[in-house]
């Protein structure tokens, strides 16, 4: 036993379902599990020899917290809460892509095609996630062609340009009837889901129509549609007969690797198939279920999940309201071997290639020992972008356990009317964001990395010491050859070790790759807003929803005005086009 602290609590634990937390001699968090059995899940760890990761977690853990909750379905609910509060460096977690889109068709009013990022509006029916992003673009454009859905927004006093165009039913103008419309909302949701047998039909129909009559530009229009269509019908591969929502979990474990395959089918039309390879830690099942328990609270769970455990399946049972399918037999359990073969090949692939990757948590206790700080778990970089001084921006960065964290990276345009003085601009935006962070309480770093020399570090020690903050902080210095070469930390230059010091360039690089990136878009927007203003009736919001929708000023120029006048006056917009004639 480690302490006598430790060992009264192990000799105290209950015998309830609950969450116990794990705390390093810092105070930090490191580890949040989950038990049907308090005292059985949480002293087996230091009554039994552990290896690998478990064993660093063990050797580091100076006392533990529990939570007693109800049931272990609030044991499971409480647990994935507190780790995407906390993001402790022994929890692994699965990379985000929750930012995958979705089509979005209306369920009520007019019939509305849209991609949208999250699907939590009751009224919308959704299809997706669509890992290829452009593959649910060009449905949506190709909906939008062959449907009479509502492509414009607001109203219009006449018909619009789609109208013209036999692609609009008339919505924003003229009365059109509740039949009409959920006939096409119905045609769509067909579409979407495989159900379509006429569309094809149609305008392989029409095509043929227009050639006999000689028409061939327009036979060529519909022969560019019929192309569209069957491409978007042949990367539907319909692997089953009953057509259900359902996902096909597997996974496959190599040494300390996990290798984790999610295959969703809807409608039985086979929508994406999503793998990963995760560190394993501790025993298998427990965390593949927090692993599943993370990745469902982000989407929805389809009706059914199909997997081999049914230990797993009881599990995510407690939580979800969505019936469980472990196959014995036939073509169920045909698809969830292939998957799991999938799984197999893909950590194998995997491991070949990718074996170094898993150091990152190794080379940051490196760096808390060179430092002598607490283990960095928390990392922000700040940069500043500019072009001689115009559209100033300053960027903070940050990474868990040595690897990036877009949500929590943000951006800053520089107030300062000197936009050339850095020092003064790093101390803007040190003082802004650490201000904000003490507002909301939370998501305060362990280590601060600051690209420059002593002049750079002076700044940030005056921003510290004026919010009272003592996290440790450092400097990233480059050689002549403008190259990571070393840190300089309470005025001394370290050397690091050429692992570490590859580590640490990689996220100066990030660092300064989102600068540029941010200064580059921020200078693009103020370019379009510049060209547009002081134009009579469009002010900063038609010049917004412009920004929206044409992306850049080329794409602007080339617009109609037929086009044009949907989103604006036909007046105003008649002007827009008068000054980019003249650009």
């Excluded at 619009?160 to 165009?165: E, V």
């Amino acid at each position: 036993m480690k302490n006598d602290e430790l060992k009264f609590l192990l000799d105290n634990l209950v015998t309830s379902p609950g969450v116990y937390l794990m705390f390093d001699k810092h105070g930090k968090i490191i580890y949040i599990g989950k038990a049907k059995n308090l005292k059985n899940r949480v002293s087996q760890y230091f009554n039994r020899p552990q290896v690998g990761k478990v064993a660093g977690m063990v050797k580091n853990t100076v006392r533990f917290e529990t939570i007693i909750t109800n049931n272990e379905k609030e044991a499971f609910i409480l647990e994935l809460k507190l780790i995407q509060t906390h993001y402790p460096r022994y929890n692994i977690m699965l990379k985000d892509d929750s930012h995958y889109p979705y089509i979005a068709l209306s369920k009520v009013g007019d019939p509305v095609v849209t991609i949208e990022r999250k699907a939590n509006n009751v009224n919308n029916y959704y299809f997706g996630p669509f890992p290829a992003s452009q593959k649910a673009y060009q449905t949506v454009d190709l909906i939008n062609k062959i449907f009479k859905t509502k492509k414009c927004k607001g109203h219009h006093k006449g018909p619009c340009f789609y109208y013209h165009l036999g692609q609009c039913l008339g919505y924003c103008f003229k009365d059109v009837s509740e039949e009409e419309i959920e006939e096409v909302r119905k045609s769509v949701y067909d579409f979407l889901n495989g159900k379509d047998t006429t569309t094809l039909k149609r305008y392989e129909t029409l095509m043929k129509e227009e050639s006999a009559l000689l028409n061939f530009e327009k036979a060529n229009e519909y022969k560019n549609i019929i192309t569209a269509i069957k491409h978007i019908y042949s990367s539907q591969n319909v692997e089953l007969k009953t057509k259900i929502d359902v996902d096909v979990i597997a996974f496959s474990q190599i040494e300390d690797f996990i290798g984790l395959t999610i295959v969703s089918y809807r409608k039985g039309i086979l929508l994406s198939e999503r793998f990963q390879t995760i560190n394993a830690f501790g025993d298998i099942n427990e965390q593949i279920v927090t692993l599943l328990g993370e990745y469902y609270n982000k989407r929805p769970v389809p009706p059914h999940l199909m997997l081999g455990s049914s230990y797993i399946g009881e599990e995510l049972s407690l939580l979800y309201n969505t019936k469980i399918i472990v196959p014995t037999r036939g073509q169920y359990l045909d698809l969830l071997n292939r998957t799991y073969q999938n799984a197999s090949e893909s950590l194998t692939k995997h491991l070949l290639f990718h074996q170094q990757q898993t150091a990152e948590n190794e080379l940051l206790d490196t760096l808390a020992e060179t430092l002598n700080i607490n283990y960095p778990r928390h990392i922000d970089l700040v940069d500043i972008a500019h072009l001689s001084g115009e559209e100033a921006i300053g960027v903070v960065v940050t990474y868990i356990n040595g690897r990036p964290f877009k949500k929590l990276y943000r951006k800053y345009n520089i107030t300062a009317v000197n936009k050339f003085d850095d020092y003064n601009n790093i101390r803007e935006v040190l003082s802004r964001h650490y201000e904000r962070k003490l507002k909301e309480g939370n998501n305060l770093p362990d280590l601060l990395l600051v690209d420059g020399g002593k002049g750079q570090l002076s700044i940030a020690t005056e921003v510290l010491n004026k919010f009272n903050l003592s996290f440790p902080y450092a400097g990233l210095v480059k050689n002549d050859k403008h190259q990571t070469r070393g840190l300089i930390f309470k005025d001394e230059e370290i050397t690091l070790k050429r692992e570490l010091l590859t580590l640490l360039a990689s996220m100066q690089e990030e660092v300064h790759r989102f600068a540029i990136t941010s200064h580059r878009h921020k200078r693009t927007k103020a370019t379009y807003v510049s060209v547009l203003d002081n134009i009579k009736g469009l002010g900063k919001k038609r010049q917004a929803l412009l920004l929206k929708t044409y992306l850049s000023l080329d794409t602007l120029k080339v617009v109609s005005l037929e086009e044009l006048s949907q989103l604006i006056p036909k007046d105003v917009a008649l002007r827009v086009i008068e000054r980019l004639s003249e650009l």
